[in-house]
């Protein structure tokens, strides 16, 4: 695949790069700021952006503004963001899309390369990656709104995996629970989101981003 990094830590950066192309796949340009970002995606046009939060010249959130840009002008190109922050307000907003093909993952808990490489190749390939500790912050805005108040405490570990990106199967392997228990409290939480009956989209999608959003 064609990827893009935007990473201020020179060291860093090189040693994506590094990866990346020892793993088969093409870096047409690794950039240490938003503005480059943009720049890079509209000559590239890579199929998966890898980006920092914080970058100059602010160091606060150019990273992920750049990536809501591009999100915006390009919805086809897949992000993964790769910090050691959850920057919570764009965070959300960024999420508060269609989250097939988005990840945000904190540099400090990836434990290992192939972790990092697996969430990438889910991004690539459609899917979500969010780390636990990104969703348990972002939920922190949730404790107080109905309908999500309704679900019971396992549906709410369901939904919180869910939107972590993982299927029914590897739900089920977290949980050490059977996968047809996964599927009876993923059609419950369904019903309790009144996502039953709705169609013409993915059902999956949006109990995830009413769990984001909320």
Do not use: C
């Amino acid at each position: 695949m064609r990827v893009i990094l935007a990473e201020d830590s020179t060291l860093l950066r090189e040693g994506l790069i590094r990866l990346l192309v020892e793993e088969g796949h093409e870096v047409p340009a690794a950039v240490g700021d938003g503005a480059s970002l943009v720049e890079a995606v509209a000559e590239h046009a890579p199929d998966v952006v890898v980006v920092d939060v914080r970058m100059p010249p602010t160091h606060t959130d150019e990273g992920l503004r750049a990536a809501l840009e591009i999100r915006r002008r390009w919805p086809g190109v897949r992000l993964l963001v790769l910090s050691q922050y959850v920057e919570k307000r764009y965070a959300a907003e960024l999420m508060s899309g269609d989250v097939e093909g988005v990840g945000y993952l904190l540099k400090d808990r990836v434990a290992q390369v192939a972790d990092f490489l697996d969430a990438l190749e889910r991004v690539a390939a459609g899917g979500a990656a969010f780390d636990p500790e990104v969703v348990r912050q972002l939920l922190a805005r949730t404790t107080q709104v109905d309908p999500l108040a309704r679900l019971t405490a396992r549906e709410r570990e369901v939904l919180e995996r869910m939107a972590q990106g993982l299927t029914n199967a590897s739900i089920a392997q977290e949980l050490h629970v059977s996968q047809s228990a996964v599927e009876k409290h993923v059609n419950a939480l369904f019903d309790k989101l009144r996502l039953s009956h709705v169609t013409g989209y993915s059902r999956r999608v949006l109990a995830v981003l009413r769990f984001l959003e909320s």
